[in-house]
C-alpha cells in the first residue's frame, strides 16, 4: 500500500471510514510550527553525526521553512496522511525530492508527537500565566485606587467584619500569583525533551539527543526512552493548573455578579461588559461573568477526562494519547479567554465605594470588635463573645441605633464602646483589613508580581528558540 509511509507492511488500503476516525489533523494545525521547528533541529543533528550530507541538512532545513510557508498560506492538509508530521515530511519530498525521505531517519512519530505536543504546552502555559499576571497586575492598581474604601467582609455570604475593597481585591490578586506559579511549574514540567527516544527504544543510529534538546529551549532530557513516548504528565499538570485557576476565576465571577444585582449594588456593569434583553428593556446581563461559571467546568471535565486515559495505558506508547491533545489545547485556551474576558470587565467597569460603606451603617459587622473592647477590659473572650451575642439579639434594630445606656446594661464594660458602634469609616489602622495592612499587602504583592514576571521572562526567552530555529538558517 503505497500511499502511506508504513505501507510496506500492509496490502488493503485503510478504509475510508477508519481513516478518518483515527486522524488528528483537526487539532495538529497547532502543531505545525513544532513539528516544523523539532524536524529543523533533528536534521541539524542527523548532519552534525554525518547521517545526512552537509548541503542534504541544508535543503531540508530549508524545505521544512519553505513548507512551513505553504501550509500557512493555505496549502491543505492531506487526510490520507493521518498527521500533520506525515503531510509535512511528505511535502518536504515532493518539494526537495530524495532528502526529503531521509528525515525521519532515527526517529518515530511517537518521539516526535511527543515533542510537539511538549512544544504546545510549553506555549500554552506561557500565554495562561502571562493572562494571570496581566489581571494581577489590574487588581493591585484597583486596590490602591480603593485601598481606604471601607466594605463589609462576608463569611457564609453575610456581613461579617469591615475591611477595605483594596483589601478584599488584593486577596484575589493572591489566588492569581498561585495560579501563575502553577502554570510556570506546568512549563518547567513540559521542558524535557523526548526526541531521541524512536518508537520506544531508541535507534542503533549514533543520535545525538542533546543538540536538538538545546537547539529546542528544553532544559535537558526526557531520560527512559518508554517514558519519554508514553508519559503525558505534563498535559495534566497543565490542565490542573488551569481548573484551578477557573476556580478562582469562576468564584470571582460569581461574587461580580451578586455585586452587580441591586441587591448589593458594589459594582456597576460596563455597557461593553455586558448585554441586554430581547423583551425586557431594563435589563443589564452579566453574560460574561456567567459564561465563566460554566466555562470552568469545562476545564474541570477535561482533566477528569485526561486522568481517566491516563489512568487505563500500558506502557509504552497507546493511541489513545492522541485523544488528550484536544482536551488540553480545550482547556487551556478556554482558561486563557477566561482570564482575559475576567481582565476586560474589571477594567470597563466600575465599583460603587459609597453603597459598599452604606452597608456597614446598621453596625452589624462591629460585632466582632465589640467583643474585643471586652477582652481589652479583662473580660474572658467566650463571656464576651456571650454578652455580645446578647446584645444582637435583644436589640430591637440596628445596633448603631443602640445608646450608652444600651451597651451597659449588656456588660458594665461596653458602656465605653460607643464610638465603635459609631465609627463609619475604614477599619482602624494596624488592623487586619485596614487601609494600613492593605498598603502592606499591596507592596507584598507588587514584589512578587516583580518576580514571577521575571520567572516568566525566562522561560519565554526559553521557548522563543522554537522562532529561530524557523526563521534563522
Known amino acids: 500500500m503505497p500511499d502511506k509511509p508504513w505501507g510496506g507492511r500492509f496490502e488493503e488500503r485503510t478504509s475510508p471510514r477508519i481513516e478518518a476516525y483515527t486522524s488528528s489533523l483537526s487539532e495538529d494545525a497547532r502543531l505545525l510550527r513544532f513539528d516544523v521547528a523539532g524536524s529543523i533541529a533533528h536534521a541539524r543533528m542527523l548532519g552534525q553525526q554525518g547521517l545526512l550530507k552537509p548541503e542534504e541538512a541544508q535543503r531540508i532545513e530549508q524545505g521544512l521553512r519553505d513548507v512551513l510557508r505553504a501550509f500557512e498560506?493555505?496549502?491543505?492538509?492531506?487526510?490520507?496522511?493521518?498527521?500533520?508530521?506525515?503531510?509535512?515530511?511528505?511535502?518536504?519530498?515532493?518539494?526537495?525530492?530524495?532528502?526529503?525521505?531521509k528525515l525521519h531517519t532515527g526517529r518515530s512519530r511517537n518521539d516526535q508527537v511527543a515533542l510537539d505536543t511538549r512544544l504546545v504546552a510549553r506555549e500554552r502555559t506561557l500565554a495562561?500565566?502571562?493572562?494571570?499576571?496581566?489581571?494581577?497586575?489590574?487588581?493591585?492598581?484597583?486596590?490602591?485606587?480603593?485601598v481606604r474604601d471601607p466594605m463589609p467582609g462576608f463569611t457564609h455570604l453575610q456581613r461579617a467584619m469591615p475591611v477595605t475593597l483594596g483589601h478584599h481585591l488584593l486577596?484575589?490578586?493572591?489566588?492569581?500569583?498561585?495560579?501563575?506559579?502553577?502554570?510556570?511549574?506546568?512549563?518547567d514540567q513540559a521542558n524535557r525533551s523526548p526526541l531521541g527516544a524512536g518508537?520506544?527504544?531508541?535507534?542503533?543510529?549514533?543520535?545525538?539527543?542533546?543538540?536538538?534538546?538545546?537547539?529546542?529551549?528544553?532544559?535537558?532530557?526526557?531520560?527512559?526512552?518508554m517514558d519519554a513516548v508514553s508519559d503525558r504528565d505534563f498535559l495534566i499538570q497543565g490542565v490542573g493548573s488551569a481548573a484551578q485557576c477557573m476556580v478562582h476565576v469562576s468564584g470571582f465571577a460569581e461574587e461580580l455578579v451578586l455585586w452587580a444585582t441591586p441587591e448589593f449594588g458594589y459594582f456597576r456593569l460596563g455597557d461593553a461588559v455586558s448585554t441586554g434583553s430581547s423583551l425586557m428593556p431594563q435589563k443589564k446581563n452579566p453574560d460574561p461573568l456567567e459564561l465563566m461559571r460554566a466555562k470552568a467546568m469545562r476545564v474541570q471535565a477535561a482533566l477528569a477526562a485526561l486522568l481517566g486515559i491516563a489512568s487505563k495505558l500500558p506502557l509504552a506508547y497507546n493511541r489513545d494519547l492522541q485523544e488528550m491533545k484536544p482536551l488540553f489545547l480545550g482547556a487551556m485556551d478556554i482558561t486563557e479567554a477566561s482570564v482575559r474576558a475576567l481582565h476586560e470587565v474589571l477594567a470597563r467597569s466600575a465599583f460603587d465605594p459609597q453603597r459598599m460603606a452604606a452597608a456597614l451603617d446598621d453596625g452589624a459587622t462591629q460585632a466582632t470588635a465589640l467583643a474585643e473592647h471586652l477582652v481589652r477590659s479583662g473580660v474572658p473572650f467566650r463571656e464576651a463573645h456571650e454578652a455580645v451575642g446578647r446584645l444582637v439579639r435583644t436589640a430591637t434594630g440596628p445596633l448603631s441605633a443602640l445608646t450608652q445606656e444600651d451597651l451597659a446594661r449588656a456588660h458594665p464594660a461596653l458602656g465605653s464602646a460607643l464610638p465603635i458602634l459609631q465609627h463609619r469609616g475604614p477599619p482602624a489602622s494596624g488592623t487586619r483589613g485596614s487601609p494600613s495592612d492593605a498598603e502592606r499587602l499591596l507592596s507584598v504583592a507588587r514584589a512578587q508580581h516583580a518576580e514571577l514576571a521575571e520567572q516568566l521572562r525566562l522561560r519565554q526567552a526559553k521557548h522563543a528558540a522554537v522562532e529561530r530555529l524557523l526563521t534563522s538558517p
Open 73 to 101: 498560506q493555505g496549502q491543505p492538509f492531506d487526510p490520507a496522511l493521518e498527521d500533520v508530521h506525515m503531510n509535512v515530511e511528505a511535502a518536504l519530498t515532493k518539494h526537495i525530492g530524495e532528502p526529503g525521505k
Open 128 to 146: 495562561c500565566a502571562q493572562a494571570c499576571l496581566d489581571l494581577h497586575a489590574l487588581l493591585c492598581a484597583q486596590a490602591e485606587h480603593h
Open 171 to 187: 486577596a484575589r490578586a493572591a489566588q492569581l500569583e498561585r495560579d501563575a506559579q502553577r502554570f510556570l511549574a506546568s512549563f
Open 199 to 225: 518508537a520506544l527504544a531508541g535507534a542503533s543510529l549514533p543520535l545525538d539527543r542533546d543538540l536538538p534538546a538545546q537547539l529546542l529551549g528544553f532544559d535537558g532530557l526526557v531520560e527512559h526512552s
